[in-house]
């Protein structure tokens, strides 16, 4: 078995999942009802009274329940996503300021649309979308900066920011 005999000193900026600053931001807990884990950063949608799972084509903004937040409370094996694992708890952050992945071309002050899509689920976009792409606007949410698809940038979930 290798042994590891280097460490890096420097990470990157920011993290999908991540909280963008020591502002104010409400977090819940909630139980990954699914068979795969959830990766940081992705907006999930309720799935019972205490659980989340990522959305589906038939979700609405009426379940989304924040951005799966990015924890270092349980370690992962290389190669495999980590997030929130099937059957444990994670938190979702659900009001506040959250990096996430954008999921096409976004502006500042543009709204969030969660993609419930079958491409890039859990993603958010600035646009409806349809089929693969569609996508549920998320009330009183902004971006808060620009970013190409695949790239992070700061939303603003709820009032603020």
Known sequence: MPVQTSYSTTHNSAYAGMPVDLQLCNKVSKLNTSD???AYGKGV???TEIGAELP???STAAEFC???MYELNRA???GVVSGAVPNYEFTAISFGAVWVVAASAVTRSDPVFLRVG???TGDFSN???TGATASVQIPNAKFLGEAAPGQLVKISLGLGG
Do not use: L, W, Y
Request: hydrophobic share 30%; proline share 5%.
């Open 36 to 38: 795969e884990p959830i």
């Open 45 to 47: 949608v309720s799935s």
């Open 56 to 58: 589906t084509s038939s």
């Open 66 to 68: 924040g951005v799966v």
């Open 76 to 78: 992962h094996r290389d």
């Open 118 to 120: 079958e491409t890039q």
């Open 127 to 129: 646009a409806a979308g």
